[in-house]
Each structure stands twice: as structure tokens, then as C-alpha cells.
């Protein structure tokens, strides 16, 4: 059978309190109002006012010439990596990274890159780490083309890469002939939460793309910048994939509301991170990892429940959290108040007591 996430246990009460993930938000009555307005066209033919106001508005703010919106982040990083690859390549990129755990294997399915995956912690690298995979340039070894991050590394803990580290690999990257993609699903908040602009957090990198459905509250959507040159040809993959869309602008009206609502109270949803840290804390047997954004990811093992128990048992009691490998994770957001952090503290509590 096909995972099917989240699916509550027959008799689970609704969901009060979804800390499962950011992607869980409801576009509120204001979006929706926005959404309603939205002047719309024929996207594919290029007509779509709000879907231009959105890619103009993503490529300045990102500093780069062009962008392209899409249906999904998915859909970015693959058709990323087709355009900067070729079947065959190489791609660097984090061990624990997105591309290589949760595309459904696209990229053995379509994009045939192989990814090799530098194990280091907390799902970010070192210039030296990625000195240390360089290929020679035979015709034996895979040809190397792309360095990938991802800003906030999402399994890495919700971790903030510091921008002079990412400029860094990104010189060893460049010096190699290599281009450089950013995976900002949540690159919002890690320039929240560094108080860097995005276009000095994102200067290094070539391609760079962002999630309207994560911390930012938007129903769906995600939008890919780069070079004119760039963009123009990753548009054949859009058409290529069915990624070309129709009256997209009602979408991208959600998109440009958040880009001017939800962006700034990022930094609350990192507070209830850290608040709901510290709560944790407090459980004997829970060990925590200090936050840096809307991520919490803590290890049960010394409780003697294990992961899956605690999310039935959370349920049942209106809360869900995520397993990830290994770990639960509690994701913050803006369906989730400070009071809920505290409401939910507690219910942990009380589930792992009976262990
Ligand atoms: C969610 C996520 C994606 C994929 O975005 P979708 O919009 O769900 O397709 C890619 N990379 C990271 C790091 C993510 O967290």
C-alpha cells in the first residue's frame, strides 16, 4: 500500500492542535479575499497579470533576472536540476536532503542524475567536505555538475546554513566548472531568523526557489529564479512536465499576500519554537535539538515509547506531530498560537508518562 500521511486512527478527534507540519496551514478569509480580486489570464500563453506581478516581485526580491512560478517546490528542484543537468551527472548535495528522500525517486524516474549524499551534521557542509568529493574529470567517473542546499536544512533540524558558509561551498562549486541550487522551501525563515536579505542569502547560488506552502500560509505554489537564460529554459520543462498552468493567478494573488503578511511574523512561529524547546525540555527521558526556526525535532528513546505510539497517542488527543527519521517533529506555524505550545507541552508530557 501506498503511505498515505497523517491519516488520523478510526475515533480520533479533529485535529486542534497541528504541529504535523507548515504545510497544514488554511489560506485565512484575507488570502481568500485576495485570492477573490485576483486579475487572472491564461498562464501557459503567458497572460496572467498577477502571475507576472508574483514572478517580478520573486526575482527582485531574490536578486535575480527572471522566475517562473510552479505548482509545487517538488516541481522546482526537478525541474531545476533538468535544467542544469543532463541524464548522467552528478549532483552534490546533503546526505539527508530532500532530492534524494522524498521525490518518489524522480530522479533515478526522470531526471537520471545520480546524488551523492555528504554525511555531516545537521544537514549542512563544509568547503573542505565538498573539496573532499571532487571527481577527476575521466571519462570514468560521473561528470559533476550541481552543488544543492537547502536553506533551512529541513531533516537537518530546521538549521539556518550561515551565509559565509554558503558562499563558501558555493566558490568550490563555482572554481569546478559546477552550478550552485538553493532548495528554499523555507528559505523565509532562515532569513528571518538571520535578519540576512534574501538576495545576500541567495547571492552564490545560480537557482534559487521558494515555497508558498510552507511557513507562508498559501494554498499552493512555489516560484524558481535565475538567469533569464535560466528560466526560459526551464519553462520547456514546465510545458514538457504539465507544470503550465491556466488562470494560476488566482494562486498567486495567496502568494503576493503572504509576501506582504506573512513574512515578518515568521519570527513568532520561531519563538514558539523555541518555547515549545524548552517545554520539552523538561520531560525526563526527552532529549531536544535547540531550534534555529519553525523546527523542533526531538528523540523519545529514552522514554521507552517509541515514535509512532506517542503520534497515535497524541491524536487521540487532538495533537499531531511527525516522525521523522527516528525522531518526532513538532513544526510551528501560523495556525499555531503560543498557548497551544503550552497546551501541547503538556499532553507530551502526560502521553510519555504512561511509558
Ligand atoms: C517541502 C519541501 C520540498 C518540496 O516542496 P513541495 O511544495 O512539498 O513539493 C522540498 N524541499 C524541502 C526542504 C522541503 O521541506
Redesign the pocket.
Known amino acids: 500500500m501506498v503511505h498515505a500521511p497523517n491519516r488520523p486512527p478510526a475515533g480520533a478527534p479533529p485535529v486542534r492542535i497541528n504541529l504535523y507540519s507548515d ?1 497544514q496551514t488554511r489560506p485565512t478569509p484575507a488570502m481568500k479575499e485576495a485570492m477573490m480580486r485576483a486579475e487572472v489570464g491564461d498562464e501557459q500563453h503567458g497572460d496572467d497579470p498577477t502571475v507576472h506581478e508574483l514572478c517580478d516581485r520573486m526575482a527582485a526580491l531574490m536578486g535575480k533576472e527572471a522566475a517562473v512560478y510552479l505548482p ?4 522546482c ?1 526537478v525541474i531545476a536540476i533538468l535544467t542544469h543537468c543532463t541524464k548522467g551527472d552528478e549532483v552534490v548535495a546533503h546526505e539527508s536532503s ?1 532530492i534524494l528522500h ?1 521525490e518518489g525517486g524522480t530522479h533515478a524516474a526522470l531526471t537520471g542524475v545520480q546524488i551523492l549524499g555528504l554525511k555531516t551534521p545537521r544537514g549542512m557542509f563544509t568547503a573542505d567536505d565538498v573539496r573532499g568529493v571532487i571527481r577527476p574529470k575521466t571519462r570514468y567517473a560521473p561528470p559533476q555538475r550541481l552543488l544543492e542546499v ?1 536553506q533551512t536544512a ?1 531533516i537537518g533540524g530546521g538549521a539556518i546554513w550561515p551565509l559565509a558558509q554558503l558562499n563558501e561551498v558555493a566558490d568550490v562549486a563555482h572554481e569546478q566548472g559546477w552550478s550552485t541550487h538553493m ?1 528554499g ?2 528559505l523565509m525563515n532562515a532569513c528571518v531568523g538571520a535578519g540576512i536579505a534574501p538576495k545576500d542569502m541567495v547571492a552564490g547560488y545560480d537557482s534559487v526557489w521558494l ?1 508558498f ?2 511557513g507562508l500560509g498559501a494554498p499552493l505554489g ?1 516560484v524558481l529564479c535565475g538567469s533569464e537564460e535560466f528560466i526560459g529554459r526551464a519553462w520547456r520543462w514546465k510545458q514538457r512536465l504539465g507544470g503550465s498552468m491556466r488562470q494560476a493567478g488566482i494562486c498567486a494573488a495567496a502568494c503576493l499576500y503572504a509576501l506582504d503578511h506573512n513574512i515578518d511574523r515568521l519570527a513568532e512561529d520561531h519563538a514558539n519554537a523555541k518555547a515549545l524547546a524548552r517545554g520539552l525540555r523538561q520531560i525526563p527521558g526527552v532529549e531536544v535539538e535547540e531550534p534555529d526556526t519553525n523546527l523542533v525535532f526531538f528523540d523519545i528513546k529514552g522514554t521507552g515509547m517509541d515514535v509512532a505510539k506517542l503520534q497515535e497517542k497524541l491524536q487521540m488527543r487532538g495533537i499531531a506531530v511527525s516522525g521523522l527519521g527516528g525522531r518526532v517533529r513538532a513544526c510551528t506555524h501560523l495556525d499555531v498560537t503560543a498557548p497551544m505550545i503550552e497546551e501541547a507541552v503538556g499532553e507530551i508530557r502526560t502521553a510519555l508518562a504512561a511509558a
Open positions: 504545510t509545487s517546490g517538488t516541481m528542484n530532500h522524498s537547502e529541513n532548495d522551501a523555507r515555497d506552502t510552507k512555489a
